[in-house]
């Protein structure tokens, strides 16, 4: 059972698109987090929502917490090929160590 | 600061031998996680250690170890390799315990024929 479901699974657009990738879960989490992966390295953190219904944005992507804390979602304004990647949504259930969705691979091509 | 690193950065090994995974944290951190990275399965948690002790352990078989010492290095061992074993093996730090966020380092590729 994949506790943190990610939607969709792949995702290929042309630049100047916009986006958004789901992240949800019948659990309610403390907080949510989500990551970048490039080819050939480690998840690099983007950003932590932490109250419910909370929106951070950062340049162009914007991340918001759902209200009940069982989802997030990640949306990217005009996107770009420097984009492109692997974005993972990743939580921690009440003391255990954090899970991964299966992520959502984007690509972007100009 | 240097980031996480982890070596050695590809392996092949075939089945039925024993492979050891090493990963330097960031220095001051004290929280070790390692994560297996397959296509099919995305990131599966193995373990977390915090200051020399495992605090968590994710759903795999006793083939898969690990340790920290006291400088916080951390190593995995995986004995009796299977070829469903062949993956990218991800080590984490953070500065605390179940803080969940996570400084990665680029993986361990390790191919079992």
């Known amino acids: 059972t994949q506790l943190l479901k990610q939607s969709p699974q792949f995702l290929s657009i042309q630049e100047g698109e916009n986006l958004t990738v789901y992240c949800n879960s019948s659990?309610?989490?403390?907080?949510l987090q989500w990551y970048r992966q490039e080819p050939g390295e480690g998840p690099v953190l983007l950003v932590t929502?932490?109250?419910?219904?909370e929106v951070k944005k950062l340049k162009r992507l914007t991340f918001q917490f759902g209200d009940a804390r069982k989802d997030s979602s990640l949306h990217i304004t005009a996107a770009q090929p420097g984009d492109t990647g692997l974005y993972l949504c990743?939580?921690?259930?009440?003391?255990?160590?954090?899970?991964f969705g299966k992520g959502t691979t984007l690509s972007v091509s100009s | 600061k240097a980031g996480v690193t982890q070596t050695p950065r590809y392996l092949i090994k075939t089945r039925g031998q024993q492979v050891t995974l090493s990963c330097s944290p960031i220095?001051?951190?004290?929280?070790v996680s390692w994560y297996q990275q397959t296509p099919g399965q995305g990131l599966q948690f193995l373990f977390e250690?915090?200051?020399?002790?495992?605090?968590n352990k994710g759903n795999f078989p006793g083939r898969f170890s690990g340790r920290q010492f006291s400088n916080s290095r951390s190593e995995m061992n995986v004995s009796t390799l299977e070829l469903g074993d062949s993956a990218l093996y991800l080590c984490?730090?953070?500065?605390?315990?179940?803080?969940?966020?996570?400084?990665f380092g680029e993986g361990s590729r390790l191919t079992v024929l």
């Open positions: 984490a730090s953070s500065a605390l315990e179940n803080t969940g966020e996570l400084f």
């Open positions: 250690y915090f200051s020399e002790t495992q605090r």
């Open positions: 659990s309610v989490f403390s907080s």
């Open positions: 990743a939580g921690a259930p009440a003391g255990t160590a954090l899970i």
């Open positions: 220095s001051g951190h004290r929280s």
């Open positions: 929502v932490v109250t419910g219904g």
